[in-house]
């Protein structure tokens, strides 16, 4: 852009060419250094240099500018912010702003929007670690330079320890980037709100438009503060990272290093999405009932019943199951748990005037309805089976068989690995090494309408998908960092944990199998001793990145093996007179450890709880809390568990939901409205208590508030399982139940299959292969159907 009449020759000695632009507080010009070096040199404008709060303002953002210099911002080359009419100087970086790209090219995808992503987040880190909250975070604020993203223009921001200056009668930012705090409260502007911005800057590259749009800043600045965010349009796998930063609430945000965790997981064929849904009638219901949007990130540690023994008493011996393949949908527990879709949260009437779940995923080739009862292996002692769908299989588990690979098209068993010749109780799937999925993941990123990483999890990011990683989760048990495999590995192991009981041998181990013909690749002794810390149904093998945590045979470590090769790669005293079980949160890992006294005596009423290293095995801060708590998954990168009455001797009944948020050192608590007992479920942050009758509560975990409670109309039914537009509940006689998640309606319910013993399982029952349903039950039943068609109720 030309020079005008009036402007300047020179500022502060550097040689003015062009002008590249005007904002609020002043003019940027293109200028050279005595060597013809380019600089981008700002102007206040005229009409503020007499204006004291500008000055200060100006000041502000010099010293903020010369603070995050780096490699993801510009970097000050010099500055006079006393001069008559105030200037600075900084590197000139060549390229179209974001506002640019996106007016001249429309929306980004692929490659380039990953890229984008992780380089936005990167700036964000090296500004916020140098204590400088950017606050002006815009499309007009970003360069797209051929070396990546920086950010420019800290004309509003402020250091951290700063006091906000009063600009009254003054917006300050731009509504459609500003966070909620941001528009009500300036002075309560942190880091967190930078998170918020970034969201909806990747919202704008992805759709060309932001998040909150609306036909005038004065409802586009209600929406930011009051309505959820249109999402439609945004591909499925972004959308799981940018969702939890929208919450209204910014202590329910991710940080900038959890975002990154989950970036660097992204697949690169990020889709630009066409003919979304933009309208905000499909969002979630948990974004409107606690004013926080529902976060995609959870860890799954399945949670106990009211029917099943107290931590005192003998526990059921928990294998456990996990295979290696290829995307990022994690966890590890028995439960997974997921979101809704807004591409499934519609439903259609059948012939029968049923509301069925509408979803446009296919379904594998050649797909018909099928039912068999799984061999009972060498023990030949028939139970439960449960399923871990990946690509055009499901790895189940359980019910006297260590493993088996079934095709999820028609039924068909691949490989059948059996017992020992003695039962083998309980098997459960730990993960998919090498594909960052695991059992038991909240799907954080799967969705409750089956959008998941083609890898699928029993929460419903179903293989059906065709980009890989669209809905991954971040979990517990498995984490982010495991998602970079193939989902054609020759060497994709089933990572499973069984208990030899053969004349009281008490030996468990933790084996990885080959998924392709499930041959043994290692097995390691371990302690199944879980459930006696972290509640009944608590995984004893967890999967976080490449590792595979577990205690060791002698109960006196934790130790951490590589998922491939078995080796073990570091171990972890017990603290003196503790028991400890492993956790996983995406791809952090933690240590519960309770006193041994306690469990002893009635169950521990003390819990501390620790991050470790994954890479090192090096501790990090610990936290107290008060007990019985139980682990019920991740939102918004806080570790959420729920904490049990202690008085009850009969069962457990739940009082309170608490968050852990390690990043902060903080712990909040949220009173339950009154206690609910059965078993407790997280799922994109409400609380599902699910009861012996059948009767569900869904809970707001942010407020403890009740949002709605429904019978489901199947007695000892499993909890939910996020599935393509519903909630899935099923007994062990195989009848499914679909929940609308929005108030609890029921949409339609099954026949069951055989005669069930009835009783509330810890772990979900149905798992997702896209619109694919695999539920198991009594006697090793294990039957598939099309949850846009589910089987009729005579």
């Known amino acids: 852009m030309s020079l005008r009449s009036g402007d300047p020759e020179e500022i502060g000695g550097y040689p003015v060419e062009a002008r590249l632009g005007s904002g609020g507080m002043g003019t940027v010009f293109l200028g050279r250094t005595a060597s013809g070096r380019p600089v981008a040199i700002k102007l206040i404008h005229q009409q503020f240099t007499d204006d004291d709060e500008f000055r200060t303002r100006f000041r502000q953002e010099v010293a903020a500018a010369r603070r995050v210099s780096g490699a993801f911002t510009a970097a000050v080359v010099d500055a006079d912010p006393e001069a008559t009419h105030p200037w600075m100087a900084t590197a000139y970086i060549e390229g179209p702003t974001l506002a640019q790209r996106i007016a001249q090219r429309g929306p980004i995808g692929g490659a380039d929007l990953r890229s984008l992503a992780i380089g936005l987040a990167e700036a964000l880190r090296d500004i916020h670690r140098a204590d400088v909250v950017h606050r002006d975070l815009k499309p007009s604020n970003v360069v797209l330079s051929p070396e990546g993203p920086r950010v420019i223009d800290f004309g509003i921001s402020r250091a951290a320890d700063q006091q906000t200056l009063t600009m009254t009668g003054r917006v300050i930012g731009t509504p459609p ?204 002692i028939p139970d439960e089976v449960r399923c871990f769908p990946y690509g055009d299989s499901a790895y189940c588990g359980g019910g006297g068989m260590v493993a088996t690979r079934v095709r999820i098209a028609d039924g068909k068993r691949l490989w059948e690995v059996g017992g020992p010749g003695v039962p083998v109780q309980d098997t459960y799937i730990a993960g998919l090494a090498g594909t960052g999925t695991a059992a038991g993941a909240d799907a954080g990123t799967g969705t409750a309408a089956g959008t998941g990483a083609g890898a699928g999890t029993a929460a419903g990011a179903g293989p059906g998908d065709a980009t890989p990683g669209a809905g991954a989760s971040a979990e517990v048990g498995a984490g982010a960092g495991a998602g970079k495999g193939s989902a054609s590995a020759k060497a994709a192991p089933v990572v499973i944990a069984y208990r030899f009981a053969a004349q009281g041998s008490g030996q468990d181990k933790v084996v990885a199998l080959d998924s392709a013909r499930g041959k043994e690749l290692w097995s390691a002794p371990f302690s199944a001793q879980s459930s006696a810390v972290a509640g009944q149904g608590a995984p004893d093998a967890v999967m976080v990145g490449s590792a595979v945590l577990t205690a060791d045979a002698g109960g006196t470590h934790i130790q951490a093996h590589d998922v491939r090769s078995g080796r073990t790669l570091w171990t972890y005293p017990f603290p003196a007179g503790s028991q400890c079980a492993p956790l996983g949160a995406g791809a952090r890992a933690y240590l519960m450890c309770v006193p041994k006294s306690q469990i002893a005596t009635g169950g521990p009423q003390r819990a501390t709880v620790r991050g470790v290293d994954v890479g090192s095995g090096e501790p990090g801060r610990s936290f107290t809390l008060d007990g019985p708590v139980a682990p019920l998954g991740v939102q918004g990168g806080r570790l959420v568990l729920a904490r049990q009455y202690a008085g009850k001797l009969d069962g457990v009944e739940y009082e309170a939901v608490l968050r852990l948020d390690a990043a902060h050192g903080k712990v909040t608590s949220a009173r339950l409205d009154k206690r609910y007992g059965g078993t407790a479920q997280l799922i994109d942050g409400t609380v599902y208590f699910t009861e012996q009758s059948g009767r569900v509560s869904a809970v707001a975990a942010a407020t403890g508030r009740l949002k709605w409670a429904r019978h489901t109309g199947v007695e000892g039914t499993s909890g939910p399982t996020a599935g393509p537009g519903a909630l899935y509940f099923a007994s062990s006689g195989g009848r499914v139940a679909a929940l609308s998640p929005r108030d609890g309606r029921r949409q339609w319910t099954t026949d069951p299959k055989v005669d069930g013993v009835g009783a509330t399982a810890t772990s979900p029952r149905v798992a997702f292969a896209g619109r694919v349903a695999l539920v198991s039950g009594s006697e090793n039943l294990l039957y598939a159907f099309d949850t846009a068609k589910p089987p009729k109720s005579e």
């Open 177 to 380: 980037f500003m966070s909620p705090e941001q528009l009500q409260n300036p002075r309560g502007v942190g880091p967190s709100s930078d998170v918020f911005s970034f969201a909806t800057l990747l919202v704008y590259a992805s759709t060309g438009q932001g998040p909150f749009d609306a036909d005038s800043p004065y409802m586009t600045a209600y929406q930011v503060v009051h309505e959820a965010p249109a999402l439609g349009d945004v591909p499925p796998a972004l959308r799981a990272v940018v969702e939890p930063c929208l919450a209204k609430d910014p202590a329910a945000r991710p940080s900038v290093d959890e975002l990154l965790e989950l970036l660097r997981d992204l697949p690169v064929e990020l889709e630009v999405v066409a003919g979304g849904s933009r309208t905000r009638d499909t969002e979630t219901q948990v974004g409107r009932d606690t004013g926080a949007t529902p976060a995609p990130t959870a860890f799954r540690a399945t949670p106990r019943s009211d029917t099943q023994p107290t931590r005192s008493a003998r526990r059921r011996w928990r294998p456990v199951l996990a295979a290696v393949a290829a995307v990022a949908v994690i966890g590890a527990g028995l439960a997974v748990l997921s979101r809704t879709s807004s591409e499934d949260t519609d439903g259609h009437p059948d012939s029968r005037g049923r509301t069925v779940a509408a979803s446009s995923r296919a379904l594998p080739d050649g797909f018909r309805p099928w039912q068999q009862n799984v061999p009972a292996g060498g023990a030949k």
